[in-house]
């Protein structure tokens, strides 16, 4: 499997990034965007460059790659609707548009939120954008899966790159192992992501079947984990 990788340097795409470096099915990975991940792996590749959406340079190759892991996001706060539209919305259809031209069978996983408007017409801004973008996603003619996953652990060292959401991970963490036992369909683990992001992008596999759900909350996620533990 040959896999680009939007969103490297952060929590979540850094999680993503560890479970394709160590899965034996990924046999390369492209990491696109705006700074290097410091990163160094027979399997990965970078493109560093301004636009992240710019994929000019890579024409003839996009029909090689069998899956797009889009984890790059930023948080809305202090935004108003047009500048975070900019990120959430422009940017990920200007990647996933000629990814479904390039190749119809083409898995495109991208990371959305939990409490996402699927109306794309409510009164929260970021989740009307989102709700948005991911009809859109599922609109286009390739495999899309919309990551809804909640409440996320960073694991093996993947902390947020966002300071507050930082602060909070720290004043979490006793609380992980309580909502494990109590809540376990509302959280699940930047593990797990990774993991999942290959199972749906794998053909033949049960996360990947016509009746899988193309829209994963964390009890989804978790599962689709697991079989590729």
């Known amino acids: 499997m040959n ?9 979540i795409g850094r999680g993503v990034l560890r479970a394709c470096l160590r899965d034996d099915s990924v ?3 492209l990491a696109i965007g705006r700074t290097s991940l410091g990163v160094s792996h027979p399997k990965l590749r970078e493109l560093v460059q301004a636009d992240p959406a710019d994929l000019s340079a ?3 190759e996009l029909p090689d790659y069998d ?3 889009f984890c790059l996001g930023v948080s809305s706060v202090g935004k108003k609707e047009e500048e975070y539209r900019r990120v959430t919305y422009d940017l990920t259809l200007a990647v996933a548009r000629p990814l479904a031209a390039a190749n119809p069978d083409l898995t495109f996983a991208y990371v959305t939120g939990a409490g996402t408007d699927s109306t794309g017409s409510g009164r929260v801004m970021w989740a009307r954008v989102k709700g948005r973008t991911e009809n859109d996603l599922l609109a286009l003619p390739f495999h899309a899966y919309m990551f809804r996953p909640g409440i996320v652990q960073p694991v093996s060292g993947m902390p947020s790159k966002t300071r507050l959401y930082r602060a909070g991970y720290v004043l979490a963490a006793p609380l992980f192992p309580l909502l494990r036992r109590f809540a ?9 992501i990774g993991r999942a992001m290959i199972a749906v992008a794998t053909p033949g ?7 899988a759900p193309r829209i994963l909350r964390p ?3 978790n599962h689709a984990g697991r079989t590729r533990s």
């Open 3 to 11: 896999v680009i990788l939007y969103g490297g340097t952060g929590m």
């Open 58 to 60: 890579l024409t003839d």
């Open 67 to 69: 899956a797009c892991f």
């Open 219 to 221: 009890r989804d996620i």
């Open 205 to 211: 596999s049960e996360a990947s079947a016509p009746t």
């Open 27 to 29: 046999t390369r990975v």
């Open 184 to 192: 376990p369909n509302h959280l699940t683990t930047t593990d797990a």
